[in-house]
């Protein structure tokens, strides 16, 4: 997808938060992804608050991978 469609779901999101009287939002990213920053504008442009963000992404540190296969001679 675009970013000029990730900004049309940011703006949807958020003039369909203020037809249910929510003014003001706290955004929780999870994951990486191109998506982040217009999102954000789409929710600024319809007008939403937003009162913190947080990202949620889990960062593995290679503990739980499985071990390396065995040399054959």
């Given at each position: ?6 900004q ?7 003039l369909?938060?203020?037809k ?54």
């Open positions: 997808m675009s970013t000029v469609a990730f049309t779901v940011g703006i949807s999101i958020g369909k938060a203020k249910l009287g929510i003014g003001a939002v706290r955004v929780v990213f999870n994951g990486l992804g191109s998506c982040r920053l217009p999102v954000l504008s789409g929710l600024n442009i319809s007008g939403l608050k937003m009162i913190s963000l947080t990202d949620d992404t889990k960062v593995h540190y290679g503990h739980g991978r499985r071990p390396r296969k065995q040399r054959r001679i």
